[in-house]
């Protein structure tokens, strides 16, 4: 009877160190769970249900002109990559909002597994602090960067394109990610013309994005746009870029309205699930 009462406070000692170490068993199996990995509330509803909670990182990008932080979420594992950035334009009312809620909702139900996302939902956090288009060296992030067809005219303050291009540490900030991942998709979130526009090969993708939000699809924005980032990465470097143009409307309205346009987008880049719509055939 002593060994066994031995036997037991030994067990519970060991369990008590794993709990303190943040190990929870499931099915049997170890997991470590991190503040990083998922909130108290996932890593209790992981314990019930044996799930594997949504892995997010965050990571720190750099700061501002102003030095305000720029940072990103990241979720997932997988071995592709998505590209999501909100607020390239300050006074682009909710395109930050829409973003952040998308990377909310990547919490409660995650990405598929072959991918992992990464959600800016501000890039120009100084032109949403002023509520202007700008950056704080007045610069139009959306026309700073080096491609083909930049140029320093512009035909009002509001897309000034800089001294040179990638002269802004937020345009290198981006640059930098698309170098990092190598996406395969890129959506950039902006307001308001109601519409789905892209560059490169993402002709699909928006059809399907379209179809799911209602916005038209619009190929051609109507007016030239030298040093944007769907000429940057979607023309000259081939990666599918979608510019999601919100329309005028409250955040909750675009949140309901956009979520699942986003949520279809990562379902049509990803692999499993078009092994899984070729199986239902």
């Not at 209602?214 to 980032?229: A, N």
């Amino acid at each position: 009877m002593q060994r066994k009462r031995r036997a037991i406070g030994l067990l519970l000692a060991c369990l008590l160190l794993m709990a303190g170490a943040g190990v929870w068993w499931q099915l049997g199996s170890p997991v470590l769970v991190s503040p990083q990995s998922a909130t108290s509330a996932q890593m209790q509803q992981s314990t019930h249900d044996a799930r594997p909670a949504p892995v997010v990182q965050t990571l720190d990008l750099g700061q501002s002109s102003q030095k305000r932080p720029i940072v990103a979420s990241v979720h997932g594992r997988g071995k592709r990559h998505v590209l999501i950035l909100g607020g390239i334009h300050g006074d682009e009312l909710h395109t930050d909002a829409v973003a952040r809620e998308f990377a909310a909702s990547l919490l409660k139900e995650a990405a598929p597994e072959d991918l992992t996302v990464i959600v800016v939902p501000s890039i120009n956090p100084d032109g949403v602090a002023a509520s202007k288009r700008v950056n704080a060296n007045g610069v139009d992030l959306n026309r700073n960067f080096p491609t083909a067809n930049w140029n320093n005219k512009a035909q009002d303050a509001r897309h000034f394109p800089g001294q040179q291009p990638g002269s802004e540490p937020e345009t290198r900030i981006v640059m930098k990610l698309i170098e990092r991942y190598s996406p395969e998709l890129l959506i950039s979130i902006h307001a308001p013309l109601n519409c789905v526009n892209w560059d490169g090969p993402a002709d699909k993708i928006s059809e399907a994005m379209s179809r799911a939000n209602g916005y038209p699809l619009k190929k051609d924005i109507g007016y030239p746009t030298p040093g944007s980032l769907g000429a940057y990465a979607g023309i000259e470097k081939g990666i599918p870029t979608v510019t999601l143009e919100l329309r005028v409307a409250s955040a909750d309205v675009l949140v309901r309205e956009n979520l699942p346009a986003l949520r279809v987008a990562l379902q049509a880049i990803s692999g499993i699930a078009a092994k899984s719509e070729a199986a239902s055939r």
